[in-house]
C-alpha cells in the first residue's frame, strides 16, 4: 500500500517511477538447477511446499508465543512461520507506544509490586478464552513467573489491557490456564514463600510458608479480570507447578502438580545439599486436584474468608468441604494436561522416562467412596496411585509436556533429554512413532491443541537456544521453533524458525478466522479503557487549556500535519499532549516523538494518545511524526518552546526564509486546478459506481472528503490574501490548499482502485 500511495503521488508531482526490470539470481533457471545450486532434495522442496507462503497469502492457524524473559507475546502464522507482531504485556514498546503513553502507562502501573514499578515480565504459558471448551478468539492470557502476575491482552486490537498482581504469591508458573467458558483464569504459585511481605525465616517453611492455586474470575461483558470475585485454595509448600482446567467430563475441577513435595529448603553456603538434591528424592510428588466449581458456590454464599483483601479458602476448610485432593505422580513432573474429552490427564516426570495416564472415572470414584491411602502432613487426602492410575507409557528420557491430537487417543509428548518427540496412544498405551528434533525440547504445541476439539495438522516444537542451527550471532543464541507435519501416520519435519526475543515457554495457536481484528478505533477512542478518551479532540477544535501550572493541549494528527505545531509553554509547567488520530484508512498510523522527553506515542487511527511530563528546563524541542505515513511525512512535525520564567518576546515578525511574488501564487493555482481535474474525474468514476456496496471505500471516501473540505478552507484563505495583494501567505496557504488535494486524489485513487480489484459495478 505504501508503495501504491508512492507511487500515484508521485504520478500527480509529474515524476515517472522508474521500476527497473526484476532480476534475481534463479529466474532465468529450472527448479532442477535452483535445487543443484543450492542442494536441496526433494524432500526439501515437498517440506518447502507444506510451509511456504506466496506473497499476499495467509496463514490458516495464528501462534502466540510466550516471549520469556521479554515480558512480550510474540504473534505468527502457521505454517509460513512469519512473525505478524509482539505485543507488549509487561515490558515498553516503543513502537506500539506502550510503556510511553499515559494510557498504557496505567496499565502497567498496575502491575506494580510493593509501589514498585516492575517493567519486565517472564512470561510462560499464554492461553485464549474459551467458549464451552472451544476458543472463541476474544482474548490472550499470559503470566508472569517471575512476578506473580496475569495479564490480559483483547484480541480485537492486540493490545494489553490489564495486569493483575496474585494477592498471596511470591512466584507463578502455573498460570494462566482458562476454564471451559472463560469462568475463571488458573495462576498456580511456584517457589513457596509466606502470604504477607513480612519477614519468615527459612527455618519456618513448613509451618508458615505456602503454595497456591489462584482462581481468577473473568468478568464477560468488561474483559477483565474481578479480582473481587478471585479466589485463592491455600496449598502446601509443594512448589506448584503447572495446571490444567478440567473439562468435559472433569468440568468444574483443575489440576496442579508439583515437584518438591519434599518440601526441602537448600543452603550450599551453610553446608546443606542443595535444592535440586532435596527436592528429587522422592520417587512422586503430589498432583493437586481442586473442585472450583463448588468452591466458587462457597464464596457466592459468603462461606469463604477474605486475607490480604482477597478470598482464601484454607487447607482446612478446602478438607472439610472436600475440595481438594492430593494423588501421587511421577518424580519431578512437569506438564499436566487434560484430555478433550476431560476423561484422562496426562502427567510426566521430568526423571522418569514415563508418562502417567490418569483415569478421571477412578479418580471421581475414589473421591465418591472416600478411599485414601493417607493423609499429607497437612490433613489433605491422598488417593492411591493404582486407584487413579490408568496407564504408564514409556515415551523417552525426560518427557515434559503433551498434546492433544484430532484423532482420539493420539498425543505427542515433548522429550527434553533425548530430544524428541513421542507420538503415542495414551488409550492403548503404545508408542506409534518418534521423532528426532533439534534440540533440547520444552513444550509443543499442535493446532487448538488444549480446546476440546484439537485439530491436528501441525506441531511446533519449541527448542531451547539452537546452538550450530543458524548462522552465529554471539554467545546468547536464538530460540528454534522447529514447524513439523503431523497430519499422517509419520511425523514430517518442515522448517526451523529463530526467535530471537526470550525465552518461550509455551505457545497457543488459533485458526486464523477466528480472530476478527479491528482495524480502527472509534474516533477519539482510549484504547487501554476501551472508553471514549475524555480529551477526544475533533478536527478545528485543537486548544491549548492551562490551568495554573497545569497545560492540557488538545491536539489532532491527519496527514501530514500535527495541530499544534507550535507549543509554548514556562518552565515547570506540567505538559500533557493529547492527539486525537482523525483517520479512517487503515494504514494512518502517526507516531509522535519528541526530543529529550522520553516521548513516543503510536497513534493508530481513531485513537486518543496522551502524554504528560514537566518542562522543566526552559529550550526548544523539537517533535515529530515517526511513522512514515505520506510523501510528506517528514513535514509532520513541530516545536515545543519552554521558555524560561518571565520570558518577554523580542522579534515581532517569523524570518520567512524565502520571498513569493504574483508570479508565484499565479503558477501555484495553476497547478491546482489541473490538480482538481483530477480529482473530479476520480470522483466521477467512484460516484458512478456502489461504492458504498464496499466499507473500505466509504471510510476512504470520508478521509478524502475531509481533505476536500480542509482544501476549500486553504483555498479560500489563499484568495483573501491575494485579493489584499499579499502573495507572500497567498502563495504559502494556495501550497496547502494543493497539499491536501494531493491527499484527496491519494485517498481517491486507492478508493479507485479498490473498486476496479473487487469488482464494482457500474450504476446508472
Ligand atoms: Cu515447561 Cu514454564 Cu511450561 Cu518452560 S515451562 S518449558
Ligand atoms: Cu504522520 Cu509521518
Known sequence: MKMFKTKTTSLLIGLTLGLGAASSAYSQESLEDVMKARGLTQKDLLAAAKTYTPTGGRDE???????????HVIVYGIPSMRILKYIGVFTPEPWQGYGFDDESKAVLAQ????????????????AFSEKEGDYDGRYLFINDKANPRLAVIDLHDFETKQIVVNPFFKS??????????????????????PYSDEFVPLEEFNSKYRGGVTYWKFDDKKGRLNPDESFTFELPPYSQDLSDAGKNASYGWGFTNSFCSERYVGGIERGRPPFEAGCSQKDTDFLHVTNWKKAAELVAAGKVKKVNDAYLITMDQAVKEGLLYLIPEPKSPHGVDVSPKGDHIIVSGKLDSHAWVYSWAKIQDAIKNQKFEAKDPYGIPIISLKDALHKQVQVGLGPLHTQYDAKECVVYTSIYVDSMVTKWDYCEGKVLDQLNIHYNIGHLLTMEGDSVSPDGKYLVSLNKLSIDRFNPVGPLHPQNHQLIDISGEKMQLLYDMPLPLGEPHYVVAIKADKLKPAVRYKSGWDSRTDKKHPYKTRAGREKVVREGNRVHVYGTVIRSHITPEIIEVEEGDEVSIHLTNLERAQDEVHGFAMYGQNVQLSIEPGKTASTTFVADKAGVYPYYCTEFCSALHLEMQGYLLVKPKGYKAKATDMQEGQQYTKADYDKQVKTNVETQAVIDSVVAFITSHNYKDFKTVVDLVTDATDQLGFAEEAKKKAEDFAAKGDYQNATLWAGQWWQYQVKTADLGLRAKTFLEENGAKKIK
Open 111 to 126: 502491575g506494580r509490586i510493593n509501589g514498585k514499578d516492575i517493567v519486565y515480565g517472564d512470561t510462560h504459558h499464554p
Open 61 to 71: 492457524y495464528l501462534a502466540f508465543s510466550s516471549g520469556g524473559q521479554s515480558g
Open 172 to 193: 507463578d508458573h502455573g498460570g494462566a490456564f482458562v476454564t471451559p467458558n472463560t469462568e475463571y483464569v488458573m495462576e498456580a504459585s511456584q517457589y513457596a514463600a
